[in-house]
């Protein structure tokens, strides 16, 4: 084999493993988290919703928004989730999201948790907590979240 050919050859070997190894198919931490607030000075802004499954994953728990301190914040308890790349919390004016505001990463697949919404999202336009893969498009779960 000439040597050009040989050189092409590793070329492609060498980038084919690099784009396998940064191929993540399970990228959330796994740690049991228990996050809360302080129930004494917080109140309920919605009713609790219950996670049911999307097309792509497995999610278990409730959702809630809670005024606390002046700000808004979406509280998952009892939350597990099948794991997977990039998976985000969204709320979200569709099931689909299409009108969204990202929350930030999952935490963890399991375990209570809290996201800060921004003081800036009138919380009361946005009417589902999604978990979504934000890399591939995909609906892990959703709740309805009822003010």
Do not use: W
Request: glycine fraction near 8%; charged fraction near 15%; hydrophobic fraction near 35%.
């Amino acid at each position: 084999m000439k040597a050009p050919n040989l050189l092409k050859i590793s070329i492609i070997v060498l980038l084919t493993c690099t784009i396998l190894a940064g191929c993540k198919k399970e990228s959330t931490p796994t740690a049991t988290l228990n996050e809360r607030i302080d129930a004494s000075q917080s109140k309920p802004a919605s009713n609790s919703g219950d996670f049911s499954n999307g097309p792509y994953g497995t999610v278990t728990g409730t959702a809630r928004v809670f005024l606390t301190g002046g700000k808004y914040k979406l509280v998952l308890e009892g939350f597990s989730t099948s794991n997977g790349p990039d998976l985000k919390v969204y709320i979200s004016q569709e099931q689909n999201p299409v009108h969204f505001v990202n929350l930030g990463s999952l935490k963890s697949t399991s375990g209570n948790q809290v996201y800060d919404i921004p003081s800036e999202a009138n919380v009361k336009d946005y009417a589902y907590a999604l978990i979504y893969c934000q890399q591939y498009h995909h609906l892990f779960g959703y709740t309805q979240l009822t003010f």
